[in-house]
């Protein structure tokens, strides 16, 4: 169980985040979506230990997330930010190798990266250079190496971004299968939909506060999110596929 | 400070040319020096009252042999204009030296005469006669001459065959051909400088002196305690392995040909014999 | 060829070609030896003069030319690590002509006297400030264009301010020396000056050695990094320290030589892979490697004064610094 306490962030006088709970369970997906400056990404690293808060605490299975020790955090939470990594010609298999550091030694490594590999669809480009993939492959790459920690909680921030539909829900099965055995995935997304379809669970973080939480049918109501995002929305069901438009009622 | 000119051939022209009619013309009472040696020569032979000024080489004690006095008299710059403010009459000047300067107050009519390099001990005499000829002190310029060649005739006769070496900054050291040859020759010296592969003005790689050593090695340093890179060879922790013997000689009695240069042979001449005596 | 018997194979032959280059150095020199003698004068038998020749001057030569060139392959591997740049290198960021500043302040001033150490100290802490400097001018996250930039004026300053101390200094002859400490020189160096910077650069090895880990997951940006246990800041002063400690002892004893942390990782990439831990220790020896053989050359090639060390490397270098600079260029055009 990882879980938020009433965390308080702050940069200067700005006021980031203001009192956030709530908690995430082993198998849960859990998705964090609101609008731009609303506070994610500083949240998302304050779960991730990277960031302290300026009141309110972590707590991971129990304990303070701060007195854990670095190797200790690194093997149960796996990070994955926004943006690309340095030009760099290192192959994928290093890239993807490079989550396994957390656990130090040989041991399984080799059987992890190639889970890893497996499971993000890239076991082909293995060898090749980082610098020869596209953006997409490099992001798939970086997903990867995220999944080669095996830590019991993920932490992805956008991690479609910069993906093709076709691989962006290929990553998003990927994270529900993860999820059934037994990680607990916590993704920030821009694409409502696509946190519809797939978390179990939505957080709707406005100027720092949550503005509601729970399964993604309460959430999606359009009058709420006309009220965080400022303008309308349009819920619906394709099928059993939920659809969140922006935009005005024709 | 060492010096690389081979003047020789250019400096009896020049003489041939300027022993003209002297005595008949008046002596010059406003007399400037440009360079170190000329300095130490226009010293030695004029009045005091006659000296305009001096170069500012001459106060400085690492290489100048009157530096102690030479605060008497103002520091020139050597620039035209400050020459002719002080309204010189005459401007002893070293080839090369100052070249734009020299032929600039050629040009205004200033009286310059260029005093030939010594780059040999027998060439002194000739030079300081010049000097005194110009200056009109032929008389002092006769005594210092005599006074050098008694100092020198001092000497005894070398007996044993004993070698040196000049060891500078850098490693440069001289061999034949040089002032400071002829004067380690005047001493009773050998030069080593000529087994080692150096003629002239020259430098000696470490190797090669640890490899085929002098019986003694003469140090010239600039100034005794200062720091650089260059004088720290002579520093250098091979020496201490070495028997090599070593003694100081500073760099001022060498640079110059003037008469004062027969102290700097007899300072040798004494540190030949105490190394006999050593042996 | 496995991939392990590859490595072991580029391993063993970089060793070897050190060893080599280190035998040259030590047969080469004015004085002719016969590879009896030259033997038997190392181990302190035979003429005097000989081992004098061996064990006081070409001895610390060749050591110091293997534990400068070690200093700085490893360092520049490792700034090119911590900055994520292919372009670091001690002597492109000014270290090395900082260290040089402190070293001449010590030296001239005569500081130097009242204890030998003060001398690489003084030099360390000049690779210190620039280092400081540079996080300055470019924060921590500089791109290459600020980077170079930044590196380029603390250069020029550094050499301004470096000739500006040898006018001032009492000596003659320390302007002149101004083309050993901006251009390096292994000339007549003695043991003395082994025991002032062998030590250091070695501590400073050991250091750079240690932080593979931390720079190879560096390579996917500090947060992550972070996340995967590393401590960033904690590998940056690390780095910072190991640098100053295995650059700037040798400036101190032998002036600045530049290039040779540029170019010693990027001729060794295409053998060993871009990993920034793998390029570390191999670097060392590559660094060894080049600057016995500049050394070398410095030596063979007949010139009227003294050819200077940092002129062979920079004209080995900086032909590949401007090639790297283009291809960057066309990089970053191409992704446009």
Known sequence: MLEAIDIVARAGQALLLDEVSFRAAPGDIIGIVGPNGAGKSTLLRILAGLALPASGRVQLDGTTLSTLSRRERARKIAFLPQGGLAESAVTVRQIVALGRLPHGGRGHDAIAIDRALDAVGIVQLADRAMTSLSGGEQARTLLARALAVEAPYLLADEPTASLDPRHQIDLMECLRIRAAAGTSVIIILHDLSLAARYCRQLVLLARGRIAACGPPETLLEPALLESVYGIPFIASKIGVIPAVLPGTTP | ?279 | MTRTTRDIALGLGLVLVVLLLFAASLALGPVSLRPGALVDALLGKGETASILIMQQIRLPRAILAVAIGAGLGMSGAALQGLLRNPLADPAVIGVSTMAGLGAVLVFYSGLVVMAPVVLPLAAMLGALVDIILLFLLCGRHGGTLSLILAGAGINSLGASLTALALNLAPSPFAVAELVFWLLGSLTDRSMEHVWLAVPLILLGLVLLSRTGRALDALLLGDQVAESLGVSVGRTRAIIVIGTALAVGPGVAVAGAIGFVGLAVPHLLRPLIGHRPSRLLIPSAFGGAALVLGADLLVRVIPTASELKLGVVTSLLGAPLFLALLLRLRRQGEAHA
């Open chain 2, 1 to 279: 400070m060492s010096r690389a000119f081979a003047i020789g051939p250019w400096a009896i022209v020049l003489f041939l040319i300027s022993v003209a009619p002297v005595g008949a013309a008046e002596r010059p009472h406003h007399v400037t020096s440009l360079n170190l040696c000329t300095d130490q020569l226009l010293v030695a032979l004029a009045d005091p009252g006659d000296i305009a000024s001096l170069s500012p080489l001459a106060g400085d004690p690492g290489i100048s042999g009157i530096a102690a006095s030479a605060d008497r008299w103002p520091d020139n710059r050597a620039s035209a204009e400050e020459i002719l403010r002080e309204q010189v009459d005459l401007v002893l000047a070293e080839p090369g030296g100052a070249g734009p300067t020299v032929a600039l107050l050629q040009r205004l009519g200033v009286r310059v005469e260029t005093v030939p390099m010594v780059d040999r001990l027998e060439q002194i005499a000739t030079t300081v006669r010049q000097v005194a000829a110009w200056l009109g002190q032929q008389e002092r310029g006769d005594a210092l001459i005599r006074e050098m060649e008694r100092k020198l005739a001092e000497i005894p006769p070398p007996t044993e065959r004993i070698t040196a070496l000049l060891y500078e900054a850098n490693g440069w050291t001289v061999g034949k051909g040089t002032l400071s040859d002829d004067v380690l020759n005047a001493a009773g010296f050998v030069n080593q400088a000529e087994r080692l592969g150096v003629s002239g003005y020259g430098a000696v790689s470490l190797e090669r002196v640890l490899a085929d050593p002098p019986d003694l090695l003469i140090e010239n340093r600039y100034r005794v305690g200062e720091i650089s890179l260059a004088e720290m060879l002579l520093d250098h922790p091979a020496f201490l392995h070495t028997k090599l013997r070593r003694i100081n000689i500073p760099d001022r009695m060498l640079i110059c040909g003037t008469p004062s240069i027969a102290d700097a042979a007899l300072a040798l001449a004494n540190a030949k014999r105490d190394e006999v005596a050593a042996q």
